[in-house]
């Protein structure tokens, strides 16, 4: 930006000195000039209500006026304020600059930007928060032309979040927050002026419930709690006792002092007429707003002036009198009686005293076991007492023997006997003339007797009552000795019978299963079985037999594993790889059960063979030529004719084959010849690849008997198989794949050379995965970690250097590259090496490390003079490069250098240079302040 005055002033005050006259008296005579170096100096945006002051400069002698024009507006003088109380279109300000000497007039204008605002702001939105649940709020203000937002999410006292856009969701993190900050700012885009406004919002929970008040009470009185919670915004309060559910009266909290937390509490009245030793009493606060709920637990001890007793220390028994008392206050209003908390009314067999003090059971029955208490009412509250549990003692009744009728010799049983007692009866067991105490018996006869009779008596010690009951138990034997008799041999598709025996008293039944490959394959039942193979390649097959005896139903199994006629694991031994003319044995092997014939095939005829034991012996000589062809040998079972094959591919090696003239690897772009090797005088000879003919061109050439082929050059595309077809003798014409063989004879195809043509290295690019390549600069920030590639089309696989700073850094075709700084600007380089073409080529770009700005100076003279421009230098330290902008007068220029012209004196100028790095965005600020001189100026 340039220096100007706030306005031209040339005085004379020097004692009778005039424009007209020199020192010595002469005249002199003055030239005027001007108006040039016309300017307007002030900012070029304005915002509505703001004052804003413009000043229109010149150079002129003796003397400029000036005059503004804005619209039907003009004011005289070099300055003008300017204060817009609405939104307007862009204004235009003209100032003209006339001297009166020469009449010279010379006009300048300034576009301004009108703007307004940012004003009305405001953040809308719940009035709450909830911990872990997003929350949508939105900012509102008025600007001209427009506003952007940017939020920031203040928690304790600590930005937590930022946000872009008017609107933001706020979720609270799942911890203990109690408050958050949103903070909206509203700027201009145009005048980049702002505002901004904050929000204070609790969030919604729930904490440090307690319940205060007597853990202790009494039935009958009444007792006060309070439930106190800390609540944000606040809860809602539910009380439960002894199963029941209470709503209690909301209480004022005291007023909380600053940075206390916002309580709730609530107020239970409760008096106490069900009796519990102990009982919880329970607050549950749910926050309206989360609905989450926490609760606390205080545990009651209730006292009771009630209780209820038996009448004397006799236990009750069932069939005798019994009578219950209760006991407490002397003058009640009235006592009922309850049993199992229901009412108990009297009967012909329950009576009870006047005043109900008394209540008696003629007799008491094993039915009236229970709780039994007694409700007095003193005044208006109804008390329960403390309950009596009572257990009347009866039996023994319902006696029976638990176990099973019929016992088999050799088994260990277990019977029970049972009866309904209270308390326990005590178990005799009688068998014979032994007996044994407890309740339970263990039997294991060892031979067959004839009926056996358990007995059993149950005691009550209480009661004095007994009961006998008894068991008569019958006997059986087995079943053992099971056998399975049948072929030793199955068939497939044929049926076997097979026999199952065992012994049995009285009787034995039987079952049969067969398995097969582990699943059952069928069941039988009876002594005899058909057992039928499936007509697959089974091996085996599994007979299982289960005889049961028809009284006891124990049974006892046994199983045959019987072998099926089978064929199996067939294969064939020998070379695989023949030469034509040459003799060669192959052996044919296969499980066989019980015996198999063999028969051996080749090129679709049968051949004769050789046995031995369970293998076949084949001895061929090869005199029919085909690359490939099929030796087959079948196996046929002789028990069931079922016939097996397996198959041996033979590759027969002819006389010919196609070799590289010279040890030397293809290389693309260089000469490269193959022959044909074989016998000397051939026929004929022609060059397939791919299995199609090879034609001479203008790169590929034939020697004259073709037994040789030469590429010159050979490319990338000549990869294939390459072979030679010879024939040999005779004089027919032959095809071999619709090539036409004019010399006749037995045409043998060589064999074939796989060539592959050694390529590359092609383009090499440095990129990073999945991306472009990088291109001639890299742009990375220090300290970072960047994946890089070097790639190029290579055959076989280039090997990979990398260099960076002139020294090698890595061999791997991927790297991951942190740049070390200083330097700031250095070269990475990747090359690419083909060990077979001995070719390289490189990839090279430089990676810059932004940096700066440093070292802000701004150069130039250190005073300035009235009249006399200045010319002013900024420069930093900055990689790749830094932008410069100047501040004078409150406006802004761009550029790395400025002139100046201070116009009047003043006594001193400050000037300043921003430096911003064109890539990072970061900056730095200098400033310098100038002292002006002027020597016209005389200071009166």
Not at 171 to 198: M, N, R
Not at 639 to 659: A, E, G, H, Q
């Amino acid at each position: 930006m340039v220096h100007h005055t706030a306005c031209l002033l040339l005085l004379t005050c020097l004692a009778g000195f005039s424009a007209s006259e020199t020192e010595l008296g002469g005249p002199v005579e003055e030239t005027s000039y001007g108006p040039s170096s016309v300017g307007i100096s002030g900012v070029d945006v304005v915002t509505v209500g703001i004052p804003y002051g413009f000043l229109c400069y010149a150079d002129c002698y003796p003397t400029c006026q000036y005059t503004w024009t804005r619209g039907n507006v003009t004011i005289q003088g070099p300055e003008l304020d300017l204060q817009l109380l609405q939104i307007m279109p862009p204004q235009t300000l003209t100032c003209t600059v006339v001297n009166p000497a020469s009449g010279n007039s010379v006009s300048v204008h300034k576009t301004l930007q009108v703007t307004a605002g940012p004003s009305n702001l405001q953040i809308s939105g719940p009035a709450f928060l909830t911990s872990g649940v997003g929350t949508n709020f939105t900012c509102s203000a008025f600007c001209y032309p427009s506003c952007s937002y940017s939020w920031s999410v203040v928690l304790e006292e600590e930005t937590y979040s930022t946000a872009q856009g008017n609107a933001i969701s706020v979720t609270p993190p799942a911890t203990t927050v109690t408050s958050e900050t949103l903070v909206c700012q509203a700027q201009d885009t145009v005048s980049h002026l702002f505002a901004s406004t904050s929000l204070f919002l609790w969030v919604a929970s729930s904490s440090d419930i307690i319940i205060t008040g007597d853990s202790a009470v009494v039935m009958g009185k009444q007792f006060s709690y309070i439930c106190s919670a800390t609540c944000i915004p606040s809860c809602q309060f539910t009380w439960k006792y002894n199963g029941k559910t209470f709503t209690g009266d909301e209480i004022q909290i005291p007023i909380l002092h600053q940075g206390q937390m916002p309580k709730c509490a609530n107020h239970l009245e409760i008096t106490f007429s069900d009796y519990s030793k102990t009982e919880p009493l329970t607050c549950e606060a749910t926050n309206i707003i989360s609905h989450a709920v926490i609760s606390t637990t205080m545990t009651l001890t209730v006292e009771d002036p009630f209780t209820v007793r038996p009448t004397s220390q006799a236990q009750p028994v069932s069939g005798e009198s019994f009578s219950l008392q209760c006991v407490g206050s002397q003058n009640p209003a009235s006592i009922t009686w309850l049993k199992n908390e229901g009412p108990m009314p009297a009967s012909e067999r329950v009576h009870f005293s006047p005043g109900n003090v008394t209540m008696t059971f003629s007799p008491i029955l094993q039915t009236d076991d229970g709780l039994y208490q007694c409700v007095v009412t003193e005044g208006q509250t109804p008390i329960q007492s403390i309950g009596y549990k009572m257990q009347v003692n009866y039996g023994p009744s319902s006696v029976t023997i638990n176990g099973v009728d019929l016992v088999t010799v050799g088994v260990l049983y277990s019977f029970q006997c049972s009866a309904s007692c209270y308390p326990t009866c005590q178990f005799t067991w009688t068998r014979g003339n032994v007996t044994s105490q407890g309740s339970e018996l263990s039997l294991q006869l060892k031979e067959v007797r004839p009926t056996q009779n358990l007995t059993c008596t149950a005691f009550n010690p209480a009661t004095g009552i007994s009961v006998t009951v008894q068991k008569t138990l019958r006997m059986t034997d087995g079943p053992s000795n099971i056998q399975i008799s049948g072929p030793a041999f199955l068939e497939a598709g044929v049926a076997s019978i097979f026999t199952c025996s065992a012994y049995c008293y009285p009787s034995c039944s039987y079952s049969w299963t067969v398995v097969l490959n582990k699943d059952t394959y069928s069941t039988a039942q009876g002594n005899k079985i058909s057992v039928t193979p499936p007509a697959t390649t089974v091996a085996s097959e599994t007979l299982t037999c289960e005889a049961r005896d028809t009284v006891s139903h124990l049974n006892i199994s046994k199983s045959l594993l019987v072998q099926v006629a089978s064929l199996s694991d067939i294969i064939i031994t020998g070379d695989s790889a023949v030469v034509m003319g040459k003799q060669y044995t192959f052996t044919c092997s296969a499980t066989c059960n019980p015996s198999c014939e063999f028969t051996w095939k080749y090129m679709g005829k049968t051949v004769q063979e050789e046995k031995a034991n369970s293998d076949s012996y084949l001895e061929i000589t090869f005199s029919d030529y085909s690359k490939t062809e099929s030796l087959t040998c079948e196996v046929t079972n002789m028990l069931s004719n079922v016939t097996i094959t397996t198959t041996k591919n033979l590759t027969v090696i002819d006389p010919f084959s196609v070799r590289p003239s010279s040890p030397a690897p293809p290389v693309a772009g260089e000469p490269f010849s193959l022959q044909c090797v074989g016998t000397q005088d051939p026929a004929s000879i022609s060059w397939l690849k791919n299995n199609q003919q090879i034609l001479a061109s203008e790169r590929v050439h034939f020697s004259a008997d073709n037994a040789t082929v030469t590429f010159s050059p050979v490319l990338q595309a000549d990869s294939g198989s390459y072979q030679c077809l010879v024939v040999e003798g005779g004089n027919q014409t032959l095809y071999y794949n619709s090539l036409e063989i004019v010399e006749g004879g037995a045409p043998i195809l060589s064999v074939g050379y796989v060539m592959q043509v050694n390529y590359g290295p092609g383009e090499v690019l440095i990129v990073k995965p999945n991306k472009e390549p990088v291109g001639e600069e890299m742009f990375t920030m220090d300290g970072s970690m960047t994946e890089l590639q070097c790639l190029t089309d290579c055959f076989p696989v280039c090997s990979t250097t990398w260099f960076y700073r002139g020294r090698l850094l890595s061999r791997n075709a991927s790297i991951l590259f942190t740049p070390v700084t200083p330097p700031y600007e250095t070269a990475l380089t990747c090359v690419a090496f083909n060990s077979v073409t001995k070719r390289n080529r490189t990839a090279e770009t430089t990676v810059v490390v932004p940096d700066g700005p440093k070292t802000v100076i701004i150069s130039g003279p250190g005073s300035l003079e009235v009249g006399v421009p200045a010319s002013f230098t900024c420069s930093a330290e900055c990689t790749p490069s830094c932008s410069f902008t100047w501040t004078l007068y409150g406006k802004t220029m761009t550029g790395s250098g400025i002139d100046i012209t201070v116009n009047r004196y003043v006594s001193q100028e400050s000037i300043s240079c921003q430096a911003e790095n064109t890539y990072t965005g970061k900056m730095a600020t200098v400033n310098e302040t100038l002292s002006v001189s002027d020597p016209h100026w005389c200071g009166c």
